[in-house]
C-alpha cells in the first residue's frame, strides 16, 4: 500500500500549471499524481511542485486507463480526486467561436465530454469525496444528446455511487483580487447536503467608499497609514494572520472589503513596451511591499531575513501606437467593444471581432482573466500604464504567489495563467471539504 501520509490525500486531473494543487497543499492535502497533457503546463507544474507531487505525468486522460496509475493505491484509499477539465465549449466564448468555424457545434467537440475522462477515474479510484470545476456556462450547455449539461454529469456521477451538488462560486468572495466566477461539482458517496461554501467566504462588497481606502502594512520598513485612494483595504494583520486558521475561514466574525487590483499590483516596477525608462522589464523590486497582499505574494514575514524572492516573468508586451493610444483615452475600470470605438481608431472589424478594450479599475477586483490574454491584452489593461498586464500581474490577480515561475514562453504563460484555478479559491474550498465531507475519516 502505497499511501502512508497522515494528510489527507488527492490527485489533480487536468491539471494545468498547478494552481488546484498549490490550494490543496496550502489546505494540507498531499497530491500524490497530477496530470495534464499540455506539455508547457506540464513543465510549468514541475518547475513549482515537482518536488512536492509524487508523480506528474504529461498524459492524455482520454486515453489513458486509470489502473496504470499509482497502481500500488487500491481504491478507496485516496481522500480526494479533483480537476477542472478543459472547458472552452461550455464557455459562452468558446461555443460562439466553435460556431463559425466549419459549422461545427460546442456538442460535438470531444473537449466537450472530457468531463467523462474525469468520471472514469473517480470510478477506479473510488475517492471519499470529489471536486470537479468548470466554467458557468456549464449551466446552461447541453450535450450532443440534447440533456442540460449539469444534469447530465450530475446523472453520471450517481450511476457510479457518487452524490455531487453544484455550487457557483466567485473567486472575489474568497481573497482572490478577481472576479471569476466558476461551478465545482462537490460531492461523496452519501452526498454532500452538509457543505456550505457561502459560510466560507471570506470578502464581500465594500459597504462605503472608506473601506477602498489604503490600510498599508505597520512594519518598520513600509508606509504610513494614509487616505490615497490608489490602494483598497486586503484586511489588518490579525485578519492575515488568521488565513491559517480554519476555524476562522469556516466561521467569519466578519468578511473582508474585496482585494484590488491595487491592493495586488501596483508595488510592481513600471513597464514600458518599448524604452530604457521603465524598462521592457524588470527583474528586481523598486519599492517595499505596501498592502498586505502584496506582502503575502512576495512571501515576506515581518522576521524573515532570507533573501527576498526574485521578481519573474513581469515583462512588457509590445504594442502598436494605435493601442497604446486607445489605453491611454480609457478611464478607470472602463471598457470599449471594439465594434463601438471610433472608424477612425478602429483597429478591427468590429463584424468579426467581439473584443472588449478594457481597463481594469484600480480600487476593484480585476475583470476575469481569460486565457485569451496570450492573443492580445486589450481586455486587461494596466489601471495606471498604458500597456497591458504582464505576465506576473496576471498571476497576482490569479493569486499565484511571486516564488510561481513560469518557465516557457511569455505567450503560454499567459495562456496557463488564465486557464489556471485560483490556488486561494482552491485552497478554502478544500479546507471546507476537508471539515465538512472528510473530517470523520
Given at each position: 500500500m502505497a499511501v502512508t501520509t497522515n494528510s489527507p490525500t488527492a490527485i489533480?486531473?487536468?491539471?494545468?500549471?498547478?494552481?488546484?494543487?498549490l490550494g490543496l497543499q496550502a489546505a494540507g492535502f498531499d497530491v500524490l499524481w497530477a496530470a495534464d497533457s499540455d506539455a508547457d503546463a506540464v513543465a510549468t507544474y514541475r518547475t513549482n511542485l515537482g518536488e512536492t507531487t509524487e508523480t506528474v505525468e504529461q498524459?492524455?486522460?482520454?486515453?489513458?486507463?486509470?489502473?496504470?496509475?499509482?497502481?500500488?493505491?487500491?481504491?478507496?484509499?485516496?481522500?480526494?480526486?479533483?480537476?477542472?477539465?478543459?472547458?472552452?465549449?461550455?464557455?459562452?466564448?468558446?461555443?460562439?467561436?466553435?460556431?463559425?468555424?466549419?459549422?461545427?457545434?460546442?456538442?460535438s467537440d470531444e473537449r466537450h465530454s472530457l468531463y467523462q475522462d474525469f468520471i472514469r477515474f473517480v470510478d477506479h479510484f473510488q475517492p471519499t469525496a470529489v471536486a470537479m470545476e468548470n466554467v458557468p456556462g456549464m449551466l446552461s450547455a447541453k450535450t450532443a444528446d440534447g440533456e442540460q449539461a449539469a444534469r447530465a454529469i450530475r446523472r453520471e456521477f450517481a450511476a457510479i455511487g457518487y452524490e455531487v451538488d453544484v455550487f457557483e462560486v466567485d473567486a472575489a468572495d474568497y481573497g482572490v483580487p478577481q472576479h471569476r466566477n466558476r461551478v465545482f461539482f462537490i460531492g461523496t458517496q452519501s452526498?454532500?447536503?452538509?457543505?456550505?461554501?457561502?459560510?466560507?467566504?471570506?470578502?464581500?462588497e465594500p459597504e462605503s467608499d472608506s473601506e477602498s481606502m489604503m490600510r498599508v502594512r505597520q512594519e518598520p520598513d513600509a508606509f504610513s497609514p494614509s487616505d490615497q485612494a490608489t490602494l483598497a483595504t486586503f484586511g489588518d494583520e490579525e485578519a492575515a494572520e488568521d488565513r491559517d486558521d480554519e476555524s476562522s475561514l469556516s466561521h467569519p466574525s466578519y468578511r473582508q472589503p474585496y482585494v484590488t487590483v491595487a491592493d495586488a499590483i501596483l508595488d510592481l516596477p513600471p513597464?514600458?513596451?518599448?524604452?530604457?525608462?521603465?524598462?521592457?522589464?524588470?527583474?528586481?523590486?523598486?519599492?517595499?511591499?505596501?498592502?498586505?497582499y502584496q506582502e503575502w505574494a512576495r512571501d515576506l514575514e515581518a522576521d524573515d531575513d532570507s533573501e527576498p524572492t526574485p521578481l519573474t516573468n513581469h515583462e512588457a508586451r509590445e504594442h502598436?501606437?494605435?493601442?497604446?493610444?486607445?489605453?491611454?483615452?480609457?478611464?478607470?475600470?472602463?471598457?470599449?467593444?471594439?465594434?463601438?470605438?471610433?472608424?477612425?481608431?478602429?483597429?478591427?472589424?468590429?463584424?468579426?471581432?467581439?473584443?472588449?478594450?478594457?481597463?481594469?479599475?484600480?480600487?476593484?477586483?480585476?475583470?476575469?482573466?481569460?486565457?485569451?490574454?496570450?492573443?492580445?491584452?486589450?481586455?486587461?489593461i494596466h489601471p495606471r500604464e498604458a500597456r497591458s498586464l504582464s505576465v506576473r500581474e496576471a498571476a497576482r490577480l490569479q493569486?499565484?504567489?511571486?516564488?510561481?515561475?513560469?518557465?516557457?514562453?511569455?505567450?503560454?504563460?499567459?495562456?496557463?495563467?488564465?486557464?489556471?484555478?485560483?490556488?486561494?479559491?482552491?485552497?478554502?474550498?478544500?479546507?471546507?471539504?476537508?471539515?465538512?465531507?472528510?473530517?470523520?475519516?
Open positions: 489533480d486531473l487536468f491539471c494545468g500549471g498547478g494552481g488546484i494543487s498524459a492524455d486522460l482520454s486515453e489513458t486507463g486509470p489502473e496504470s496509475v499509482l497502481p500500488t493505491v487500491d481504491p478507496g484509499e485516496i481522500d480526494l480526486v479533483a480537476g477542472g477539465p478543459p472547458c472552452p465549449t461550455f464557455s459562452m466564448m468558446g461555443r460562439s467561436k466553435l460556431q463559425s468555424v466549419d459549422g461545427r457545434s460546442a456538442a452526498g454532500a447536503r452538509d457543505l456550505d461554501l457561502d459560510a466560507w467566504r471570506t470578502h464581500r513597464l514600458s513596451p518599448k524604452g530604457e525608462k521603465p524598462p521592457v522589464k524588470a527583474e528586481e523590486y523598486t519599492i517595499p511591499a505596501v498592502s498586505p502598436n501606437l494605435l493601442d497604446l493610444t486607445i489605453y491611454k483615452l480609457l478611464g478607470e475600470g472602463v471598457g470599449w467593444n471594439i465594434g463601438d470605438v471610433s472608424t477612425d481608431l478602429q483597429p478591427y472589424r468590429g463584424d468579426v471581432f467581439l473584443d472588449k478594450y478594457k481597463k481594469q479599475h484600480p480600487r476593484k477586483p480585476a475583470s476575469t482573466i481569460l486565457a485569451h490574454i496570450h492573443k492580445d491584452g486589450h481586455m486587461f493569486g499565484f504567489k511571486d516564488s510561481f515561475e513560469f518557465p516557457v514562453s511569455r505567450t503560454q504563460a499567459y495562456k496557463i495563467v488564465g486557464n489556471a484555478v485560483p490556488p486561494l479559491l482552491m485552497e478554502t474550498i478544500a479546507r471546507a471539504i476537508r471539515a465538512e465531507l472528510l473530517s470523520s475519516e
